[in-house]
Protein backbone atom coordinates (compact mmCIF):
# COMPACT_ATOMS: atom_id res chain seq x y z
CA UNK A 1 0.00 0.00 0.00
CA UNK A 2 1.80 3.24 -0.77
CA UNK A 3 0.96 6.35 1.29
CA UNK A 4 2.91 9.27 0.56
CA UNK A 5 5.31 10.69 3.27
CA UNK A 6 3.55 13.86 3.77
CA UNK A 7 0.31 11.56 4.31
CA UNK A 8 2.17 10.05 7.10
CA UNK A 9 3.12 12.64 8.69
CA UNK A 10 0.16 14.02 9.34
CA UNK A 11 -0.87 11.48 11.47
CA UNK A 12 -1.68 12.33 15.19
CA UNK A 13 -2.57 9.51 17.51
CA UNK A 14 -3.39 8.83 20.86
CA UNK A 15 -2.43 5.68 21.40
CA UNK A 16 -1.03 4.65 24.14
CA UNK A 17 -0.85 0.56 24.07
CA UNK A 18 -0.46 -1.17 21.12
CA UNK A 19 -0.71 -4.53 20.88
CA UNK A 20 0.47 -6.36 17.87
CA UNK A 21 1.15 -10.35 19.39
CA UNK A 22 0.55 -12.72 16.69
CA UNK A 23 -0.03 -10.68 13.61
CA UNK A 24 2.15 -12.22 11.43
CA UNK A 25 4.79 -9.50 11.81
CA UNK A 26 8.17 -9.91 10.14
CA UNK A 27 11.80 -8.70 10.39
CA UNK A 28 11.02 -5.81 8.08
CA UNK A 29 6.98 -5.25 9.66
CA UNK A 30 9.51 -4.77 12.82
CA UNK A 31 12.07 -2.56 11.37
CA UNK A 32 9.33 0.29 10.11
CA UNK A 33 8.21 -0.12 13.53
CA UNK A 34 11.33 0.62 15.05
CA UNK A 35 11.61 3.40 12.54
CA UNK A 36 8.07 4.94 13.59
CA UNK A 37 9.09 4.25 17.38
CA UNK A 38 12.22 6.99 17.01
CA UNK A 39 9.52 10.16 16.91
CA UNK A 40 6.92 8.88 18.97
CA UNK A 41 6.31 10.01 22.43
CA UNK A 42 3.06 8.89 23.45
CA UNK A 43 2.60 4.65 23.00
CA UNK A 44 3.87 3.41 26.18
CA UNK A 45 3.47 -0.23 25.48
CA UNK A 46 4.19 -2.17 22.24
CA UNK A 47 3.22 -5.62 22.68
CA UNK A 48 4.88 -7.99 19.77
CA UNK A 49 4.88 -11.06 21.83
CA UNK A 50 3.94 -14.78 19.93
CA UNK A 51 4.43 -17.82 20.68
CA UNK A 52 5.08 -20.63 18.56
CA UNK A 53 2.69 -23.78 18.39
CA UNK A 54 -0.70 -21.41 17.62
CA UNK A 55 -1.87 -20.39 14.08
CA UNK A 56 1.47 -20.43 12.18
CA UNK A 57 -0.18 -17.35 9.97
CA UNK A 58 -0.28 -15.44 13.48
CA UNK A 59 2.95 -16.24 14.96
CA UNK A 60 5.44 -13.11 14.94
CA UNK A 61 8.81 -14.18 13.07
CA UNK A 62 10.79 -11.60 14.51
CA UNK A 63 14.75 -12.46 14.38
CA UNK A 64 18.19 -10.48 15.17
CA UNK A 65 17.53 -8.18 12.53
CA UNK A 66 14.29 -6.81 14.08
CA UNK A 67 15.33 -7.13 17.61
CA UNK A 68 18.02 -5.29 16.93
CA UNK A 69 16.25 -2.44 15.45
CA UNK A 70 14.06 -2.52 18.21
CA UNK A 71 17.12 -2.05 20.74
CA UNK A 72 18.54 0.83 18.63
CA UNK A 73 15.35 2.53 18.89
CA UNK A 74 15.17 2.04 22.89
CA UNK A 75 18.72 1.83 23.53
CA UNK A 76 21.40 2.71 21.27
CA UNK A 77 24.30 3.01 23.32
CA UNK A 78 26.16 3.92 20.66
CA UNK A 79 27.51 7.58 22.44
CA UNK A 80 25.96 9.32 25.33
CA UNK A 81 23.58 11.65 23.09
CA UNK A 82 22.54 8.31 21.57
CA UNK A 83 21.44 7.10 24.54
CA UNK A 84 19.83 10.62 25.63
CA UNK A 85 18.03 10.38 22.12
CA UNK A 86 16.34 6.93 22.87
CA UNK A 87 13.00 6.12 23.00
CA UNK A 88 12.47 6.65 26.89
CA UNK A 89 8.76 5.89 26.78
CA UNK A 90 7.88 2.83 24.94
CA UNK A 91 7.98 0.01 26.62
CA UNK A 92 8.17 -3.27 24.43
CA UNK A 93 7.02 -6.80 25.11
CA UNK A 94 8.10 -9.35 23.78
CA UNK A 95 8.41 -13.36 23.89
CA UNK A 96 10.96 -14.05 26.41
CA UNK A 97 12.88 -16.27 24.06
CA UNK A 98 14.27 -13.45 21.90
CA UNK A 99 17.48 -11.84 23.04
CA UNK A 100 18.34 -8.73 22.53
CA UNK A 101 21.77 -7.91 20.98
CA UNK A 102 23.36 -4.63 21.98
CA UNK A 103 26.71 -3.41 21.35
CA UNK A 104 27.68 -3.19 25.07
CA UNK A 105 26.94 -7.02 25.12
CA UNK A 106 27.75 -9.02 27.55
CA UNK A 107 27.48 -6.17 30.02
CA UNK A 108 23.41 -6.40 29.52
CA UNK A 109 21.16 -9.06 30.53
CA UNK A 110 19.98 -10.55 27.45
CA UNK A 111 16.78 -10.22 27.93
CA UNK A 112 16.95 -6.17 28.40
CA UNK A 113 14.74 -5.77 25.89
CA UNK A 114 12.66 -6.78 28.35
CA UNK A 115 12.92 -4.80 31.26
CA UNK A 116 13.97 -1.79 29.22
CA UNK A 117 11.45 1.49 29.91
CA UNK A 118 9.48 0.09 33.00
CA UNK A 119 9.48 3.51 34.61
CA UNK A 120 8.88 6.61 33.92
CA UNK A 121 10.63 8.40 30.68
CA UNK A 122 12.75 10.29 32.93
CA UNK A 123 13.83 7.07 34.95
CA UNK A 124 14.49 5.38 31.99
CA UNK A 125 16.83 7.88 30.31
CA UNK A 126 18.74 7.93 33.52
CA UNK A 127 18.90 4.60 33.81
CA UNK A 128 20.38 3.94 30.40
CA UNK A 129 22.82 6.50 30.57
CA UNK A 130 23.73 5.02 34.21
CA UNK A 131 23.98 1.75 32.64
CA UNK A 132 26.56 2.98 29.93
CA UNK A 133 28.84 4.62 32.89
CA UNK A 134 28.82 1.85 34.62
CA UNK A 135 28.90 -0.81 31.64
CA UNK A 136 32.04 0.69 30.10
CA UNK A 137 33.40 1.98 33.81
CA UNK A 138 33.69 5.32 32.62
CA UNK A 139 34.58 5.04 29.07
CA UNK A 140 31.46 5.51 28.20
CA UNK A 141 31.86 9.10 28.58
CA UNK A 142 35.25 9.63 27.51
CA UNK A 143 35.54 10.13 23.46
CA UNK A 144 32.41 12.31 24.11
CA UNK A 145 32.90 14.51 26.68
CA UNK A 146 36.73 15.21 25.73
CA UNK A 147 34.81 17.75 23.79
CA UNK A 148 32.99 19.18 26.92
CA UNK A 149 35.96 19.51 29.04
CA UNK A 150 35.18 22.88 30.60
CA UNK A 151 35.62 23.28 33.90
CA UNK A 152 33.08 24.86 34.77
CA UNK A 153 31.26 21.71 34.88
CA UNK A 154 34.26 20.56 37.46
CA UNK A 155 33.20 23.11 39.60
CA UNK A 156 29.39 22.10 39.61
CA UNK A 157 30.71 18.71 40.22
CA UNK A 158 32.45 19.29 43.53
CA UNK A 159 30.26 21.98 44.65
CA UNK A 160 27.69 19.32 45.18
CA UNK A 161 29.99 17.09 46.50
CA UNK A 162 31.35 20.21 48.85
CA UNK A 163 27.58 21.66 49.34
CA UNK A 164 26.66 18.86 52.38
CA UNK A 165 29.78 20.36 54.03
CA UNK A 166 28.35 23.87 54.26
CA UNK A 167 29.04 25.25 57.62
CA UNK A 168 26.67 27.89 58.93
CA UNK A 169 29.25 29.26 61.43
CA UNK A 170 31.70 30.04 58.33
CA UNK A 171 31.47 33.77 57.52
CA UNK A 172 29.76 34.46 54.17
CA UNK A 173 30.93 37.39 53.35
CA UNK A 174 34.38 36.37 52.67
CA UNK A 175 33.36 32.67 51.46
CA UNK A 176 31.51 32.04 48.69
CA UNK A 177 30.54 28.25 48.20
CA UNK A 178 30.88 27.81 44.92
CA UNK A 179 27.48 26.03 44.34
CA UNK A 180 26.22 29.73 44.43
CA UNK A 181 29.04 30.91 42.30
CA UNK A 182 28.30 28.53 39.73
CA UNK A 183 24.50 28.22 40.55
CA UNK A 184 23.98 30.53 37.63
CA UNK A 185 26.96 29.92 35.26
CA UNK A 186 25.55 29.36 31.68
CA UNK A 187 27.22 25.63 30.34
CA UNK A 188 26.14 27.08 26.76
CA UNK A 189 26.44 23.98 24.33
CA UNK A 190 27.89 21.79 27.19
CA UNK A 191 24.13 22.44 29.10
CA UNK A 192 22.57 20.28 26.69
CA UNK A 193 24.36 17.31 27.86
CA UNK A 194 23.61 17.78 31.03
CA UNK A 195 20.27 18.65 30.32
CA UNK A 196 19.91 15.40 28.46
CA UNK A 197 22.12 13.44 31.11
CA UNK A 198 19.88 15.45 34.20
CA UNK A 199 16.21 16.01 32.56
CA UNK A 200 15.82 18.93 30.82
CA UNK A 201 17.09 21.65 33.61
CA UNK A 202 17.96 24.35 31.33
CA UNK A 203 16.16 27.90 32.22
CA UNK A 204 14.58 29.81 29.81
CA UNK A 205 17.48 31.58 28.97
CA UNK A 206 19.09 27.90 27.87
CA UNK A 207 21.31 27.89 30.80
CA UNK A 208 21.97 25.26 33.25
CA UNK A 209 22.89 25.70 36.59
CA UNK A 210 23.98 23.98 39.39
CA UNK A 211 21.50 24.51 41.79
CA UNK A 212 19.07 22.77 39.25
CA UNK A 213 21.26 19.97 38.58
CA UNK A 214 22.25 19.07 42.03
CA UNK A 215 19.40 19.12 43.83
CA UNK A 216 18.25 16.46 42.50
CA UNK A 217 21.41 14.24 43.65
CA UNK A 218 21.19 14.13 47.39
CA UNK A 219 24.50 14.69 49.33
CA UNK A 220 27.33 12.66 48.22
CA UNK A 221 29.10 12.40 51.77
CA UNK A 222 26.86 12.13 55.17
CA UNK A 223 26.08 15.39 57.18
CA UNK A 224 28.94 15.96 59.77
CA UNK A 225 27.50 16.00 63.32
CA UNK A 226 28.28 18.33 65.92
CA UNK A 227 30.85 16.41 68.39
CA UNK A 228 30.19 18.15 71.69
CA UNK A 229 30.98 15.14 73.91
CA UNK A 230 33.43 16.36 76.74
CA UNK A 231 35.52 18.95 76.53
CA UNK A 232 37.95 17.70 74.62
CA UNK A 233 39.04 19.43 71.22
CA UNK A 234 37.60 17.81 68.07
CA UNK A 235 40.09 17.37 65.65
CA UNK A 236 39.55 17.92 62.23
CA UNK A 237 39.21 14.90 60.41
CA UNK A 238 39.48 13.96 56.62
CA UNK A 239 37.13 11.55 57.62
CA UNK A 240 34.16 12.51 55.08
CA UNK A 241 36.81 12.43 52.51
CA UNK A 242 38.02 9.16 53.49
CA UNK A 243 34.87 7.79 53.56
CA UNK A 244 34.14 9.06 49.35
CA UNK A 245 37.47 7.40 48.94
CA UNK A 246 36.54 3.90 50.73
CA UNK A 247 33.70 4.16 48.76
CA UNK A 248 35.20 4.99 45.14
CA UNK A 249 37.38 2.15 45.73
CA UNK A 250 34.84 -0.28 46.76
CA UNK A 251 33.07 0.50 43.42
CA UNK A 252 36.55 0.34 41.48
CA UNK A 253 36.65 -3.02 42.89
CA UNK A 254 33.55 -3.80 41.80
CA UNK A 255 34.18 -3.33 38.63
CA UNK A 256 37.22 -5.27 38.13
CA UNK A 257 35.40 -8.40 40.11
CA UNK A 258 32.38 -9.01 38.73
CA UNK A 259 31.40 -11.90 41.57
CA UNK A 260 32.03 -8.97 43.93
CA UNK A 261 28.65 -8.50 46.60
CA UNK A 262 29.08 -4.71 45.63
CA UNK A 263 29.04 -5.51 42.06
CA UNK A 264 25.90 -7.57 42.74
CA UNK A 265 24.33 -5.21 44.12
CA UNK A 266 25.00 -2.44 42.08
CA UNK A 267 24.09 -4.38 39.59
CA UNK A 268 20.61 -5.41 41.50
CA UNK A 269 20.14 -1.45 41.70
CA UNK A 270 19.68 -1.42 38.25
CA UNK A 271 16.83 -3.26 37.98
CA UNK A 272 15.25 -1.89 41.36
CA UNK A 273 12.85 1.02 40.62
CA UNK A 274 14.47 2.86 43.38
CA UNK A 275 17.52 2.72 41.55
CA UNK A 276 18.47 6.39 41.71
CA UNK A 277 19.77 5.63 45.08
CA UNK A 278 23.36 6.81 46.74
CA UNK A 279 25.08 4.26 44.81
CA UNK A 280 24.14 5.26 41.62
CA UNK A 281 24.16 8.78 42.38
CA UNK A 282 27.89 7.81 43.22
CA UNK A 283 28.57 6.16 40.35
CA UNK A 284 28.31 9.04 38.46
CA UNK A 285 29.97 11.34 40.50
CA UNK A 286 32.63 8.40 40.67
CA UNK A 287 32.93 8.71 36.87
CA UNK A 288 33.09 12.68 36.20
CA UNK A 289 35.12 13.12 39.47
CA UNK A 290 37.75 10.61 38.68
CA UNK A 291 38.38 11.79 35.26
CA UNK A 292 38.76 15.25 36.01
CA UNK A 293 38.34 16.27 39.51
CA UNK A 294 40.79 14.65 41.45
CA UNK A 295 43.74 15.67 39.82
CA UNK A 296 42.88 18.74 40.60
CA UNK A 297 44.03 18.14 44.27
CA UNK A 298 47.59 17.52 43.10
CA UNK A 299 47.95 20.53 40.81
CA UNK A 300 49.52 22.71 43.95
CA UNK A 301 52.00 21.72 46.33
CA UNK A 302 49.96 21.37 50.07
CA UNK A 303 50.13 24.55 52.65
CA UNK A 304 51.38 24.67 55.98
CA UNK A 305 49.14 23.47 58.49
CA UNK A 306 46.39 26.36 59.94
CA UNK A 307 45.97 27.02 63.37
CA UNK A 308 42.78 26.05 64.51
CA UNK A 309 41.01 29.08 65.86
CA UNK A 310 39.77 28.95 69.56
CA UNK A 311 36.30 30.09 70.29
CA UNK A 312 35.20 32.53 72.92
CA UNK A 313 34.39 30.20 75.74
CA UNK A 314 38.07 28.45 75.21
CA UNK A 315 36.90 25.83 73.38
CA UNK A 316 38.20 25.42 70.03
CA UNK A 317 35.72 25.31 67.20
CA UNK A 318 34.76 22.40 64.88
CA UNK A 319 36.56 23.81 61.26
CA UNK A 320 35.31 21.92 58.82
CA UNK A 321 37.89 20.07 56.98
CA UNK A 322 36.93 21.02 53.65
CA UNK A 323 36.10 24.57 52.14
CA UNK A 324 35.27 25.88 48.64
CA UNK A 325 36.04 29.28 48.37
CA UNK A 326 35.67 31.64 45.17
CA UNK A 327 36.92 34.85 44.65
CA UNK A 328 34.71 37.32 42.91
CA UNK A 329 36.55 38.57 39.92
CA UNK A 330 36.36 41.88 37.92
CA UNK A 331 32.65 43.25 37.46
CA UNK A 332 31.26 41.56 34.61
CA UNK A 333 32.79 37.92 36.09
CA UNK A 334 31.25 35.85 37.99
CA UNK A 335 34.78 34.16 39.18
CA UNK A 336 38.12 34.78 39.26
CA UNK A 337 39.52 32.07 40.87
CA UNK A 338 38.08 29.20 42.92
CA UNK A 339 40.55 27.31 45.52
CA UNK A 340 39.26 23.88 47.54
CA UNK A 341 40.94 23.28 50.71
CA UNK A 342 40.77 19.69 51.94
CA UNK A 343 42.72 20.01 55.12
CA UNK A 344 46.48 21.32 55.14
CA UNK A 345 46.15 21.01 51.64
CA UNK A 346 44.97 24.07 49.74
CA UNK A 347 44.35 24.16 45.94
CA UNK A 348 43.88 27.80 43.86
CA UNK A 349 42.60 27.33 40.42
CA UNK A 350 42.71 30.72 38.76
CA UNK A 351 40.85 31.12 35.59
CA UNK A 352 43.81 31.90 33.74
CA UNK A 353 44.94 28.50 34.94
CA UNK A 354 41.45 27.41 34.16
CA UNK A 355 41.61 28.49 30.76
CA UNK A 356 44.85 27.01 29.75
CA UNK A 357 43.66 23.70 30.91
CA UNK A 358 40.96 23.57 28.48
CA UNK A 359 43.26 24.86 25.49
CA UNK B 1 -31.86 1.08 19.24
CA UNK B 2 -32.55 2.04 22.71
CA UNK B 3 -29.80 3.96 24.44
CA UNK B 4 -28.01 2.65 27.32
CA UNK B 5 -25.36 3.26 30.36
CA UNK B 6 -23.31 0.61 28.51
CA UNK B 7 -19.30 1.52 28.76
CA UNK B 8 -18.49 -2.06 27.10
CA UNK B 9 -19.53 -3.92 24.11
CA UNK B 10 -18.30 -7.37 23.31
CA UNK B 11 -18.65 -9.35 20.45
CA UNK B 12 -18.07 -12.88 20.22
CA UNK B 13 -18.43 -13.72 16.45
CA UNK B 14 -18.00 -17.21 14.74
CA UNK B 15 -17.46 -18.65 11.46
CA UNK B 16 -20.63 -18.69 8.90
CA UNK B 17 -22.69 -16.93 6.83
CA UNK B 18 -21.41 -14.12 5.83
CA UNK B 19 -24.76 -12.38 5.36
CA UNK B 20 -25.88 -13.66 8.79
CA UNK B 21 -22.48 -11.71 9.98
CA UNK B 22 -23.22 -8.98 8.20
CA UNK B 23 -26.43 -8.51 9.72
CA UNK B 24 -24.24 -8.65 12.90
CA UNK B 25 -22.47 -6.02 12.22
CA UNK B 26 -24.76 -4.20 11.04
CA UNK B 27 -26.67 -4.63 14.28
CA UNK B 28 -23.07 -3.71 15.99
CA UNK B 29 -22.99 -0.73 14.27
CA UNK B 30 -26.62 0.40 15.49
CA UNK B 31 -25.74 -0.04 18.97
CA UNK B 32 -22.30 1.66 18.70
CA UNK B 33 -24.04 4.86 17.09
CA UNK B 34 -27.08 4.99 19.92
CA UNK B 35 -24.82 4.30 22.88
CA UNK B 36 -22.30 6.98 22.73
CA UNK B 37 -20.78 6.25 26.36
CA UNK B 38 -19.34 3.12 24.99
CA UNK B 39 -15.09 3.51 25.84
CA UNK B 40 -14.53 -0.45 25.20
CA UNK B 41 -14.89 -2.11 21.98
CA UNK B 42 -14.16 -5.92 21.90
CA UNK B 43 -14.65 -7.86 18.70
CA UNK B 44 -13.62 -11.49 18.80
CA UNK B 45 -13.19 -13.88 15.94
CA UNK B 46 -14.70 -13.82 12.73
CA UNK B 47 -17.02 -10.41 12.94
CA UNK B 48 -17.50 -8.99 9.80
CA UNK B 49 -15.94 -5.64 9.44
CA UNK B 50 -17.40 -3.81 6.89
CA UNK B 51 -16.99 -0.79 6.20
CA UNK B 52 -20.08 0.40 7.99
CA UNK B 53 -18.35 -0.30 11.30
CA UNK B 54 -15.52 1.69 10.56
CA UNK B 55 -17.02 4.35 10.16
CA UNK B 56 -19.28 3.48 13.36
CA UNK B 57 -16.03 3.47 14.68
CA UNK B 58 -14.63 6.58 13.56
CA UNK B 59 -17.78 8.23 14.19
CA UNK B 60 -18.41 7.38 17.81
CA UNK B 61 -17.61 10.20 20.39
CA UNK B 62 -16.42 7.89 23.43
CA UNK B 63 -14.31 4.85 22.58
CA UNK B 64 -11.19 4.94 23.84
CA UNK B 65 -9.92 1.08 23.62
CA UNK B 66 -10.50 -1.00 20.58
CA UNK B 67 -10.02 -4.51 21.38
CA UNK B 68 -9.92 -6.47 17.58
CA UNK B 69 -8.76 -9.96 17.95
CA UNK B 70 -8.63 -13.20 16.38
CA UNK B 71 -9.54 -11.91 13.10
CA UNK B 72 -8.83 -10.58 9.75
CA UNK B 73 -9.27 -7.30 9.25
CA UNK B 74 -8.57 -5.48 5.42
CA UNK B 75 -7.12 -1.88 4.77
CA UNK B 76 -9.07 -1.68 1.50
CA UNK B 77 -9.48 2.01 1.92
CA UNK B 78 -7.07 2.96 4.69
CA UNK B 79 -10.02 2.33 7.02
CA UNK B 80 -7.65 0.80 9.97
CA UNK B 81 -5.62 4.38 9.42
CA UNK B 82 -8.84 6.44 9.07
CA UNK B 83 -10.20 5.20 12.80
CA UNK B 84 -7.09 5.79 13.90
CA UNK B 85 -6.34 9.08 12.63
CA UNK B 86 -9.93 10.87 13.02
CA UNK B 87 -10.66 8.95 16.20
CA UNK B 88 -8.14 10.54 18.76
CA UNK B 89 -9.57 9.37 21.77
CA UNK B 90 -8.41 5.56 21.15
CA UNK B 91 -5.80 5.01 23.98
CA UNK B 92 -5.66 1.25 24.11
CA UNK B 93 -5.99 -1.35 20.34
CA UNK B 94 -5.30 -5.04 20.57
CA UNK B 95 -4.76 -6.53 17.32
CA UNK B 96 -3.82 -9.81 18.95
CA UNK B 97 -4.09 -12.29 16.39
CA UNK B 98 -5.51 -10.38 13.94
CA UNK B 99 -4.00 -10.23 10.59
CA UNK B 100 -3.94 -6.95 8.62
CA UNK B 101 -4.28 -7.79 5.10
CA UNK B 102 -3.68 -5.92 2.28
CA UNK B 103 -5.92 -4.90 -0.10
CA UNK B 104 -5.12 -7.04 -3.31
CA UNK B 105 -4.67 -9.70 -0.89
CA UNK B 106 -8.54 -9.47 0.58
CA UNK B 107 -9.72 -8.93 -3.07
CA UNK B 108 -8.14 -12.07 -3.75
CA UNK B 109 -10.45 -13.98 -1.36
CA UNK B 110 -9.30 -13.81 2.21
CA UNK B 111 -5.98 -13.57 3.95
CA UNK B 112 -5.23 -17.29 2.55
CA UNK B 113 -2.22 -15.65 1.56
CA UNK B 114 -1.07 -13.33 4.16
CA UNK B 115 0.45 -10.12 3.33
CA UNK B 116 1.01 -8.27 6.12
CA UNK B 117 0.91 -4.62 5.89
CA UNK B 118 1.95 -2.24 8.83
CA UNK B 119 2.24 0.99 6.95
CA UNK B 120 -0.70 1.46 8.93
CA UNK B 121 0.71 0.56 11.91
CA UNK B 122 3.85 2.67 11.18
CA UNK B 123 1.93 5.34 10.30
CA UNK B 124 0.67 5.67 13.78
CA UNK B 125 3.58 6.97 15.31
CA UNK B 126 4.38 9.94 12.85
CA UNK B 127 2.94 12.61 14.45
CA UNK B 128 5.45 13.18 16.88
CA UNK B 129 8.17 13.99 15.08
CA UNK B 130 6.08 16.88 13.21
Known amino acids: ?359 | MKSRNVHTLEFNGKSGDSNQKRITCQFLCDILESNTNIKRLILRQSTRFTSNLYKAIENHPSLEELHITNMGIGTKEGLLRKILNTSRRVKYLNLNRTIIVAADTEAQGGYGNISVSVVEVRSLFRASKS
Open chain 1, 1 to 359: MEISQSQLLKYDHSLEHLNLSNTGLTNDDVVLIADALKFDTKLRVLSLGGKKGRKERCTNEIASRGRKALSEVLFNASSLDSVANSNHTCRVDIASDLHLHTSLDPCFHEDLLNILNKGSPKDNRRWKVLSVLYATSGLGIGDEFETYQNLKVIPELLAFVTASFEDENLPTDETILVGDEVAHVNLGPHGDVLDKLFGGLSDENGASSASNIFPRLSPLFPEETEDNSGDELSVESDESFDSYDSELEDLDDAFEEEEDEVYESFDKSFLDPAFCGERARLTIMFQVVQKWGLPLLDKTPPLPEQPVAAGEDGKQKRKRSTSWKCEPGKKGKKTSRMSLKKGSKEVVISQREIDSLLS
